[in-house]
């Protein structure tokens, strides 16, 4: 996944989530602030990082991700949208 595919996959979450706050594609990641003041970045793991694909920062706490849905669960709890309900995406086929 390339830098701007993240940080429109990111704005996308935060747009789900009703949270303001807008990602930017830096020289190594994606930064953002928090709706908190907090910043955050999205770091790209080095190969021998692996299992671990990305790393969410804060001010004092690195996290792994090991999967895309790692990372949105984490992000998600950074930004401080996992407090509320999760709304989950129902696909049902139409009335024939």
């Not at 907090?38 to 793991?45: F, G, K, R």
């Not at 190969?47 to 999967?67: F, H, I, K, N, Y």
């Amino acid at each position: 996944m390339t830098p701007p595919e993240l940080r429109d996959l990111l704005a996308d979450s935060l747009a789900l989530w009703e949270v303001a706050a807008r990602p930017q594609v830096t020289g190594t990641g994606i930064a953002l602030t928090a709706p908190d003041g907090t910043p955050l970045s999205i770091l790209p793991a080095v190969a021998a990082d692996l299992p671990v694909r990305w790393w969410l920062e804060r001010p004092g706490q690195r996290r792994p991700c090991t999967s895309v849905l790692g990372l949105l669960r984490t992000f998600r709890n950074a930004v401080g949208a996992g407090e509320t309900e999760a709304r989950r995406l129902r696909v049902a086929r139409p009335d024939v």
